[in-house]
């Protein structure tokens, strides 16, 4: 029974410290941090896996190729994105802000004006669905344009009204 007590002790020690260090982790690296062994830990993490298969719980240990990690399940992916601010670097925030008061807008041009940066930029950006594409029929290239969830998340209902102001303000000054 001593066992089965150090065993679970292991495991929670295992759960804190991959909440503590919020990246997925080896066995070794695991192995490390609790100063034990990596076979042990291996033990403690199939004990863990087989807790957290057994609870309703909002979070799961998943292993990714040598790697464990503790997050929250797909399945409040939608919640996170409500009440985590967003992190965009500055970077993608001009290239998003370039497409919402130029767009739509020829993904050539954006890249012209933003430089070849703006390659992983644009693909954050549609990965995060504040932009969408599609292709320019005239040439070979994309057409970017911001989402309503682009409009949704930063509260942005009168982008065109903002752009054509600019527009005025530029031929009065």
Known sequence: MQGDTDLRTL???VEAILYLKAQPLTLKELATLAGTDPEVIELALIELLND?????????VVQIDDKYSLQLKS?????????VPL???VGAQRTLALIALRGPIPQPEVIALRGSSAYQHIQELLTLGFIQRRRDNRSRSYILQV???????FQVDQLPTIAAERADDSHTH
């Open 52 to 60: 957290y298969a057994h609870r309703q719980t909002a979070l799961e």
């Open 11 to 13: 495991a929670m020690r």
């Open 147 to 153: 989402t309503e969830r682009f409009h949704q998340y």
């Open 75 to 83: 399945a409040f992916q939608a919640l996170v994105q409500s009440l």
């Open 87 to 89: 992190e965009l670097g």
